[in-house]
């Protein structure tokens, strides 16, 4: 660790005004993140199991919950119980607390990458607006479906892949995500996104939002890239960190 990030965390750790202003602003070290998962495993462990899914209906680690949105939803769970008593209340310290909420945040992240999750509304703003993410993305039945609709995306990823998807592209591409270009028999080349494939056939969605299979065999040539289509955001860190907001709140048209 550089002397400057020691600095920055003793700043963290030791100004009682920045530390409050810090949970605030969701802005977690992986300090904080460590001081969570030691949390975790001797007080929660025991019945939501080592990877956060072992309840019914609830996984941690993927910040699936019942009832709960934000994080002081999720504050408020862990002081009161959950369930009429099969969730016993908690009494943990301030710095407990806000270790748990960083570590079940991270998504249980091992590598324990900070992430900061910032307004869901200004979120929603900057993806509309600014961010030009609707330009690509669908949610909730609005935009177009040539990238990945995000309508549920809270369920399927961690916020700290989350992060990385706009931070790190590179690093987080999925491979059902990964864009591929064809060459048709007659010679059309065709750029688009991988809906299903299986071993003779594949369907794509192009640009045009035109949904098209084809038999593999019949293919001059089949290229999946390993180029995501996102570059690393321009954005500042504020605007990330209310993308990141507004995308852990997609949780489905049901919810
Ligand atoms: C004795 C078992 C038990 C322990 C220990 C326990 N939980 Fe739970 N937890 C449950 C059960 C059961 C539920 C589901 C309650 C319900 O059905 O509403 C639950 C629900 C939750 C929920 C979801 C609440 C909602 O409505 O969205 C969260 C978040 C949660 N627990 C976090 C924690 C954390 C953090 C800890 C450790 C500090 C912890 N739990 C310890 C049993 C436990
Ligand atoms: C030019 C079209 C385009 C724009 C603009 C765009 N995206 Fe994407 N996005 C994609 C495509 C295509 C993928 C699939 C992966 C890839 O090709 O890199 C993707 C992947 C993602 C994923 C990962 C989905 C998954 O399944 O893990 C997230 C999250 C995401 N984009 C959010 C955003 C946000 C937030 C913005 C605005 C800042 C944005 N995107 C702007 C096209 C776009």
Known sequence: MTSRCLLALAIILFTPALHAQNMADHTYTSATIATGSRVYLQRCALCHGPDGGWVEDINLARGKFKSVVTDKDLIEIIHRGA?????????????????IVAFIRTGFDPDGEAVIIGNMQRGKQVFNGKGECSSCHRVQGIGPRSAPDLSDIAFKRTPAMLQRTLTRPASSLMPINRPIEIET????????RRLNEDTYTVQIIDGNERLLTFEKASLRRFEVSTTPTHTPTT?????????????LSLRGNAQ
């Open 83 to 99: 369930g009429d008593g099969r969730m016993p209340a908690f009494n943990l310290t301030e710095e407990e607390m806000e270790g």
């Open 185 to 192: 028999a007659g010679g059309e080349v065709i750029r688009g």
């Open 235 to 247: 954005l500042p860190e504020d605007d990330v960190a209310d993308l990141l907001g507004f995308l």
